[in-house]
Nanobody, 126 residues
């Protein structure tokens, strides 16, 4: 049974940092690219960042480039999202997602991700 469990969300002040963690189980983690997506109140799901199965390629949405860093540890079956210089517009529920098939590059098409976690809430406010 595939499971993705996110943690690390919470309340942060503008300019602050949070580190999100997604722990995977039930599948061969090292063969799948992974992404983070978010959904702000009243808005649609937005792709945020992705990483290939081997961690060589990473990709970021323009809105988070230079502030967020995605990484993974295949031995621990875990993917991380380090979020720095947080802004109020980063407030959202953040989800970890698994690509549905092996790809040599990160896809930003969320329809191609087949497994999702329950999400973790991030609130940026003073």
């Amino acid at each position: 049974q595939v499971r993705l469990v996110e943690s690390g969300g919470g309340l942060a002040q503008p300019g602050g940092s949070l580190r999100l963690v997604c722990e995977a189980s039930g599948f061969t983690f090292s063969t799948y690219a992974m992404s983070w997506a978010r959904q702000a109140p009243g808005k649609g799901l937005e792709w945020v960042s992705g990483i290939t199965n081997d961690g060589i390629e990473t990709k970021y949405a323009d809105s988070v480039k230079g502030r967020f860093t995605i990484s993974r540890d295949n031995a621990k079956k875990t993917v991380y999202l380090q979020m720095n210089s947080l802004r109020p517009e980063d407030t959202a529920r953040y989800y970890c997602a698994r690509d549905s098939q092996y790809r040599i590059a990160v896809t930003t098409d969320l329809d191609l991700y087949d497994e999702w976690g329950q999400g973790t809430q991030v609130t940026v406010s003073s």
